[in-house]
């Protein structure tokens, strides 16, 4: 079965730093861009950061940049995501999506932030 | 706000056609293809429309995507109360270098 899942999500205090992971099983993870979608409690999609198969190219979300580092084990099939300096307004249900040429087709269930003191 | 203006809803009764709408600009929709996702209370976002106009298996064919200029829509055809959910456009955005997303529409089957 083609799956991600998601962990790593949490209570942390503002000021705080926390590591994302996305395990995929069931493709060719080494194959496929990834992706960090995040969505802040009763509101829309926001994507956070992507990267290339080979990390040879990474984008972030402004809001994130300098704060936020995404990155991937492909011999592990694993995502991270490391989120440093957490405001309140990262407080959201973080999701980890394969983009299969430009279409997240694969979603894992979510791993919940909460940055609150 | 978000880059790509959607309606915060729509509704329809069973059977009833509807369509949901997708506003960008030149740099995002102008230059790129949309994909469409469909979020079920509770779920993680479903593709439901890629490349514009493209199904995954498994979508059904009530669901069509099309795109003119810097506007893209999303149709749904003998609407049913399973359609019930939160629907989102989204593509990249060349001047931003990331991806947007829509707003989201809720959709409700009267």
């Known amino acids: 079965e083609v799956q991600l899942v998601e962990s790593g999500g949490g209570l942390v205090q503002p000021g705080g730093s926390l590591r994302l992971s996305c395990e995929g099983s069931?493709?060719?993870?080494?194959?496929?861009?990834m992706i960090w979608v995040r969505q802040a409690p009763g509101k829309g999609l926001e994507w956070v950061a992507n990267?290339?198969?080979?990390?040879?190219?990474?984008y972030y979300v402004d809001s994130v940049k300098g704060r936020a580092t995404i990155s991937r084990d492909n011999a592990k099939n694993s995502l991270y995501l490391e989120m440093n300096n957490l405001r309140a307004e990262d407080t959201a249900l973080y999701y980890c999506?394969?983009?299969?040429?430009?279409?997240?087709?694969?979603w894992g269930q979510g791993t919940m932030v909460t940055v609150s003191s | 706000q978000s880059v790509l203006t959607q309606s915060p809803s729509a509704s329809g009764t069973p059977g009833q056609r509807v369509t949901i709408s997708c506003s960008g600009s030149?740099?995002?929709?102008?230059?790129?293809?949309v994909n469409w996702y469909q979020q079920l209370p509770g779920t993680a976002p479903k593709l439901l429309i890629y490349?514009?106009?493209q199904r995954p298996s498994g979508v059904p064919d009530r669901f069509s995507g099309s795109k003119s200029g810097t506007s893209a829509s999303l149709a749904i055809s003998g609407l049913q109360s399973e359609d019930e959910a939160d629907y989102y456009c989204?593509?990249?955005?060349?001047?931003?270098?990331?991806?947007?997303f829509g707003g989201g529409t809720k959709l409700t089957v009267l």
């Open positions: 069931g493709f060719t993870f080494s194959s496929y861009w």
């Open positions: 999506a394969r983009d299969n040429q430009g279409g997240f087709d694969i």
């Open positions: 990267i290339k198969q080979d990390e040879s190219e990474i």
């Open positions: 989204a593509t990249w955005d060349d001047s931003l270098n990331g991806w947007v």
């Open positions: 030149s740099s995002n929709i102008g230059s790129n293809t």
């Open positions: 490349s514009n106009n």
